[in-house]
């Protein structure tokens, strides 16, 4: 409940067992903002990572009246943790087990679905992707009132387990008449349905992953890896200039990149064996990665120091009308989709 002293509200999208690799002094971080108020905001800022990459309720639900953390622990436990050794050994550059890789992989999935980009870019394809999941979920209600013709009242609402999972409003207005019923359905985009395709590709999707070859790969010697708030590259790489960050976690030659630290990197081609565990990219190759980690940054690049060839591949944007906005968004998200989630969460249980 939001009344219990371990409720999490402070929900990291990037999360701190991660960023403590790139440590510059104790706990802290070297961060260069994307997106600024004004032009005399110091590019590069010491801060504390427990300060950064997180925004309040970020994945709360709010469920029959009750908030709930359950997404968040579900993160932390599921994926943060058990990642935890698997890290410090990959960094210590040790050898991993199957164990380990899986573990490294999971992590990796977990940070690339659940950021503040990934958000937007859900809600963007909302339009799209939404009636394909609405159809299949009226498919399986069809089939349920075909097995239980009486089980359901003329105008009655549905809050079945599918119900649980998806923010959807089922209303069935069965014919007296006529041997049929009209099922009318209703959802909304937002942190629901984000939630909702986070799971799916999870517990489902991420399979996949685990088909790649991975390797971890290491920068040129001096040179350095960043990290940002949107740590996962998927990359789509044509020619030199020429790429996009639309990869698929199998998709044939996209490649999968992800900084465990300033001196490592998960990397895989899918279709494609990797190279060796711990060769180092030339230069040339280094330089174009730590663009590529850049350019794939949403509002927050992160460094265990001041970085500044990184800012000639991100200038970031000065804008106090854009900078305001997005504030003042993020402070009334957990209203807004509060009161969208009381609409179809009502009755809501986990049984």
């Given amino acids: 409940m939001d009344n219990n002293k371990d409720f999490r509200s402070d929900d990291h999208y990037v ?94 999935a977990v940070h690339d679905v659940r950021t503040p980009l990934r958000l937007i870019e859900h809600l963007r394809r909302a339009e799209n992707q939404l009636p394909v999941i609405m159809n299949d979920i009226l498919a399986s209600l069809e089939e349920k009132l075909r097995r239980k013709d009486n089980a359901t009242s003329e105008n009655s609402t549905s809050n079945n387990k599918i119900e649980c999972l998806f923010p959807l409003a089922v209303s069935i207005d069965k014919n007296k008449d006529k041997d049929y ?58 020619s030199p200039g020429n790429y996009d960050f639309r990869g698929g976690w199998y998709n044939p030659g996209s490649e999968l990149l992800f900084p465990l630290g300033p001196n490592h990197i998960m990397y895989a081609q899918v279709g494609k064996r990797p190279p060796k565990r711990g060769t180092r990219f030339s230069e040339s190759k280094t330089k174009l990665i730590r663009r590529l980690i850049t350019e794939n940054a949403h509002r927050y690049i992160i460094s265990n120091y001041v970085d500044q060839m990184l800012e000639r591949y991100r200038p970031r944007i000065v804008s106090c009308d854009q900078y305001n906005s997005e504030i003042a968004q993020w402070k009334k998200w957990h209203e807004v989709q509060s009161k969208i989630e009381s609409k179809y969460f009502v009755d809501w249980n986990d049984n």
Avoid: C
């Fill in 181 to 238: 019923a009209r099922i009318k359905v209703e959802t909304t985009p937002g942190r629901s349905t984000w939630i909702f395709t986070i799971k799916h590709l999870l517990k489902n999707t991420a399979r996949i992953l685990h088909k790649n070859k991975w390797t971890i790969m290491k920068p040129a010697k001096g040179m350095h890896w960043p990290t940002s708030d949107n740590p996962v590259v998927r990359l789509n790489y044509y």
């Fill in 15 to 108: 999360s701190q067992g991660y960023l403590k690799r790139w440590e510059s002094s104790h706990k802290k971080v070297y961060v260069y903002r994307t997106l600024v108020s004004h032009q005399n905001v110091k590019k590069w800022k010491e801060q504390s990572i427990k300060g950064i990459a997180y925004h309040k309720h970020l994945y709360t639900q709010l469920l029959s009246g009750i908030q709930s953390d359950e997404i968040e622990r579900w993160f932390n436990q599921g994926y943060e943790t058990p990642a935890e050794n698997s890290i410090l050994k990959a960094i210590s550059d040790q050898r991993l087990t199957n164990t380990d890789w899986k573990l490294l992989v999971n992590f990796l």
